[in-house]
């Protein structure tokens, strides 16, 4: 036995498939999806940054939303482009740790980015003369540091956790990344104490941030059903419409990966799940928060013209 713990150097990642037609299909897809997923985020980065009317604290977090989405995607999708077309699937055991560690980190720092937003939206909402006030640019740029800053430190607990473990017999691991439900499979020993410490520094940052966004959108409920108005409550609702749906996504399929022990996990759940976290959520993003918001096809319109003179 421990003669399989020393040999345990690199990992093999199963991937999707074997069948090389598949792989290429695969390719493919996920070109397109990393193609659109730059584009998307860039692009609505570019936008924001070009056009004043959208220097504002919402789309300051939304810019920092596009540009942690860009780095999300780039840890996963170049190697699985890199899987399918060379179907060399070896990974070394640092190469999977770096992999798990800006994993790790950038998805608590979306938790705690996405609740920074929850709380913008609160203040613009339920306390507008004040805003400007209140959510100045040194404090929002306090909030997106401060999100990957809280981000990285739980990061940095989540893989000394997980790569203290000692793995033993076989190295395949069934997925296309490094995640702790594979990894945890085939750690040698009792895992108790490290899924007691992962579900305690998962559990208490999602219950922190959903509190707070939670929080926040029961003052902005309580102050929209205060508006008179049916057109100011559907504007009111509509500032907070896209948020909502990227919280949504991002939560249930963090929720869904982590809130069942390790024994209840199957290979074919955790790719499809981790797929919605990795590929989908990045993709989507931008289209949220562009795709029904006049100020950023407003902004966009204004692009096209500049450039078409």
């Not at 056009?51 to 810019?63: A, C, E, I, K, N």
């Not at 999708?77 to 070896?90: A, E, K, Q």
């Not at 959510?135 to 430190?153: D, T």
């Not at 922190?208 to 008179?228: E, N, Q």
């Amino acid at each position: 036995m421990e003669v399989n713990h020393t040999l345990v150097t690199n990992f093999v990642l199963v991937g999707f498939t074997t069948d090389p037609i598949l792989r290429l299909v695969f390719f493919v897809l996920f070109l397109v999806s990393y193609t659109l997923t730059l584009t998307g985020n860039l692009g609505l980065m570019a936008l924001i940054y070009l056009d004043s009317r959208l220097h504002t604290p919402m789309y300051f977090f939304v810019g920092s939303l596009s540009f942690l989405d860009v780095w999300y995607s780039s840890v996963y999708t170049p190697r699985i482009l890199s899987d399918c077309v060379s179907g060399n699937n070896v990974m070394s055991l640092a190469g999977c740790a770096a992999q798990f560690f800006f994993s790790a980190g950038l998805a608590y720092s979306e938790c705690f980015l996405l609740a920074a937003m929850a709380y913008d939206r609160y203040v613009a909402i339920c306390n507008p003369l004040l805003y400007a006030t209140a959510m100045p640019k040194k404090v929002c740029i306090q909030l997106v540091v401060a999100s990957y800053v809280a981000g990285f430190v739980d990061a940095i607990i989540h893989t000394g956790n997980t790569f203290r473990l000692r793995f033993c017999g076989d190295n395949t691991i069934d997925h296309f990344l490094c995640d702790a439900p594979p990894l945890v499979k085939m750690a040698c020993g009792d895992t108790r104490v490290y899924e007691l410490i992962l579900t305690s520094v998962t559990g208490c940052n999602v219950l922190a941030t959903s509190a707070l966004i939670l929080g926040s959108y029961i003052g902005i409920v309580a102050a929209i059903i205060r508006i008179r108005s049916a057109a100011g409550r559907r504007k009111a609702f509509s500032t907070c419409s896209a948020h909502l749906i990227s919280v949504s996504l991002f939560y249930g399929s963090i929720l869904l990966m982590y809130s069942r022990p390790s024994s209840q996990h199957t290979p074919t759940w955790d790719k499809v799940n981790a797929l919605f976290y990795t590929v989908v959520n990045p993709l989507v993003n931008p289209m949220i928060y562009s795709l029904r918001n006049k100020d950023v096809k407003a902004a966009f319109k204004k692009v096209v013209q500049t450039v078409q003179q």
